[in-house]
């Protein structure tokens, strides 16, 4: 039998996928391949949220889960493989008439829904590892030109370095050092494009 392959997360924030023009981050799903034991978790890459022909032909299984730190996903993976390899072992291939499709044994199917019952619901606010996203709109103006050191002349690599350094403040102010703040290299672009060059 295949053995599961756990793809962990390598950064706390990996999951974090954010469109311009949408109200918040992609959802997130942990993902099994059920023929090549892959087990990882992304992002919905779909904003509409339909469905791919892997996904709606059963090749893979999805379960969403609310938008975590890298360090609680890479534990639920742990938690999920034994599962998974239920319905691995369950899984068969079959000729549906017009495609071939994954089906499910009665053990696989129930291994389906034990994983659905053993992760955190995407409504559930005390889930621990929770990654705390802030849209950099939503907190106000926080810094302006002078107090991010921002003018003119301000390159893109300073930009980024001092978005580094205004997120490690947010984090020590906050007590929260997973935070982040979606667009906030963006701002500071947006004060160095209103900001006159020094002479």
Not at 1 to 22: F, N, R, S, T
Not at 89 to 104: C, H, P, Q
Not at 124 to 138: E, F, Q, T
Not at 177 to 195: H, N, Q, T
Request: one cysteine or more; glycine letters at 10%; hydrophobic letters at 40%.
């Amino acid at each position: 039998m295949v053995k599961i392959a756990i793809i962990d997360c390598g950064a706390q924030d990996e999951l974090l996928h954010w469109y311009c023009g949408e109200q918040g981050p992609q959802p997130v799903h942990i993902a099994l391949d059920v023929i090549s034991g892959r087990l990882w978790a992304d992002y919905d890459a779909n904003v509409d949220g339909g469905r791919s022909p892997e996904v709606y032909h059963g090749f893979e299984r999805h379960w969403e889960i609310p938008l975590l730190t890298g360090d609680a996903v890479n534990e639920l993976l742990a938690q999920v493989a034994p599962l998974a390899e239920r319905v691995m072992a369950g899984a068969e291939k079959v000729w549906d008439g017009s495609n071939t499709v994954i089906r499910l044994d009665t053990d696989a199917l129930a291994a389906v829904e034990h994983i659905a019952e053993l992760l955190p619901r995407c409504d559930d606010r005390d889930v621990a590892g929770l990654l705390p996203v802030y849209d950099v709109d939503s907190i106000g103006e926080m810094w302006t030109a002078e107090e991010a050191g921002i003018t003119g002349a301000t390159t893109d690599e300073a930009i980024a370095a001092t978005a580094r350094r205004l997120l490690a403040e947010f984090r020590d102010g906050s007590g929260e050092p997973d935070a982040v703040i979606d667009g906030l290299e963006d701002y500071l672009r947006g004060l160095r494009d209103a900001s006159p060059s020094p002479c």
